[in-house]
């Protein structure tokens, strides 16, 4: 299975921008994944919060 080049914060960050005010098509062009792909993304992460780490 091939590995995704987002990890999981990401995934998470983008469906929070998604849920403010930028339209799915213009998200997905401006972080180059298929819009197919971000639906499958919020079905599975939808309700988790982005971790962050304090280094």
Known sequence: MRKSKFTETQIVGMIKEAETS?????????????????YKWRSKYDGMEPMMFNA
């Open 22 to 38: 930028v339209p799915v098509p213009e998200m997905c062009r401006k972080h180059g994944v298929g819009q197919s792909t971000f």
